[in-house]
């Protein structure tokens, strides 16, 4: 058993578990905060009724998400002590603002807008909601900003083995977060977007009461969802481009790019062998990757094998003899999924704007609304795959340029442990996710009138459950 080995699936399988409730968190209360500007100015019940009932499927998300993002923070001072002692003057700063500024806000304001539907006014109410969503992003920023000073660092100098900050708001401003937070909060509006668009869809299928709810709801989720899809690939391209200029390995490892091209050939499918560094099958496209990586046919894209060697001469005195290529195969799939869950993602929603343009029954196109049930997973598929490259496609760095991944892990904690939180931490989510598909399934069938489904009934039993 290998601790550095352990301690990475354990941190891969927490993150991913955590990361399949975050974007919907983000998007979901942005939407709902639309909805309920809906309702407040048009004095229409049935939107109250449509924020009420998707409100309590994203307070079961919400409360999911919370436990489980709880565990991400012991995995800092036990399995990875060593990069903590080396980035905690910089990496604990925009987590513990996260946490006392962002998470209270959005929790406190939360709690007023479950219970106070009857109690507040509605102006007031409505403020709630936005505050939600507000604190939400907030949230996501902090913990990107604190992400992409590992991506990215600056503000800092190494005193006595440790990098402390030196410059807060080069930290808090670094370039990496003005295209990483776009593409995490618009995944997040893809996301919810279609989440809604596939409960709405079910409901519709079966012909159950409150088709014009559905039928509203449909039309919000596929709007939303193609708003949020269309720019997440436009805010993807440009995070792409200046990750060929900080990265540039991550992006020739997602293309499994052995050699330097110009112009460089975008790969539609591989047979990669990594021993060997050669693919044996490569079906491509010319010039495209030029033009995705600079917005020209004809720019150079480097090579793995001649950015392995860059960085050999450069950190060979610092680090010694090391591959400095990550797993192409899992950065090369893992970029196609994403890109493929996308394009689903945005053929469907230009159909679903067809149907909606037209003004077409969607309980009339009973193929359209059965895809449209399985493609709430495909923001899944996306997010999660994209996570995956972004932090597989960085090794062997844990920050970049900085730390080597196996130079953050600890040195005193046994293999042996390791396996054992490993075990008991994928048993653990593998109840939670049990009780998250029940939860959801439960609240996402019933009748938006029934009452044990109000966001202030439904809190308490959801809350037990995280």
């Known amino acids: ?268 499918f591989a047979v990669i062998d990594a021993e060997n560094q050669t693919n044996s099958i490569d079906i491509k496209i010319p010039s495209v990757l030029s033009f995705l990586a600079c917005n020209n046919f004809s720019c150079e894209v480097q090579g793995m094998k001649d950015l392995q060697a860059q960085f050999e001469a450069q950190y060979k005195d610092q680090f010694g003899e090391v591959n400095y290529i990550p797993n192409p195969t899992l950065a090369y799939w893992n970029f196609r999924i994403m890109v493929g869950a996308g394009s689903l993602m945005l053929l469907l929603a230009l159909y679903g704007l067809w149907l909606a343009f037209k003004k077409k029954d969607f309980r009339q196109h009973t193929k359209f609304l059965t895809f449209s049930i399985w493609a709430l997973f495909l923001p899944y598929f996306a997010n999660a795959t994209g996570w995956m490259l972004t932090e597989l496609g960085r090794q062997p760095w844990v920050v970049y340029g900085l730390m080597l991944t196996q130079q953050g892990v600890s040195n005193t904690v046994p293999a042996s442990w390791v396996l054992l939180s490993l075990v008991t931490y994928t048993l653990l989510y593998a109840g939670l996710i049990v009780a998250d598909v029940y939860l959801l399934l439960k609240y996402a069938r019933k009748d938006p009138d029934d009452e044990t489904e109000s966001p202030e009934a439904s809190a308490p039993s959801l809350v037990g459950a995280a």
């Open 1 to 268: 058993m290998d601790a550095l080995l352990l301690a990475r699936l354990q941190f891969t399988i927490v993150t991913v578990y955590h990361w399949f409730f975050v974007p919907l968190t983000l998007g979901m209360s942005i939407l709902l905060a639309l909805m309920e500007t809906k309702y407040v100015t048009s004095g229409n019940e049935m939107y109250k009724r449509m924020v009420k009932f998707f409100g309590t499927l994203f307070l079961i998300n919400f409360a999911i998400g919370v436990a489980t993002g709880i565990v991400q923070e012991f995995q800092f001072g036990m399995n990875w002590s060593q990069y903590s002692r080396f980035v905690g003057d910089i990496f604990g700063v925009p987590l513990a603002i996260e946490a006392l500024l962002a998470f209270f806000m959005e929790s406190t304001f939360l709690g007023l807008w479950i219970f106070g539907w009857d109690k507040l006014s509605k102006k007031v109410h409505l403020a709630t909601i936005w505050l939600v969503a507000l604190g939400s992003n907030l949230s996501a920023l902090w913990i990107l900003i604190a992400n992409s000073w590992m991506q990215e660092p600056l503000g800092y100098k190494l005193d006595g083995g440790r990098a402390v900050m030196t410059n807060f708001l080069a930290v808090a401003t670094n370039p990496n977060i003005f295209y990483q937070f776009p593409h995490v909060v618009l995944s997040g509006v893809s996301t919810a977007g279609f989440f809604v668009a596939g409960v709405a869809a079910w409901h519709l299928l079966r012909k159950k009461k409150d088709t014009e709810l559905f039928s509203k709801a449909m039309k919000w989720g596929i709007i939303y969802g193609f708003i949020g899809t269309l720019l997440v690939v436009t805010a993807g391209h440009y995070q792409g481009q200046h990750m060929v200029e900080t990265q540039p390995m991550k992006m020739a490892a997602a293309e499994a790019l052995w050699d330097t091209e110009q112009p460089a050939s975008f790969s539609l």
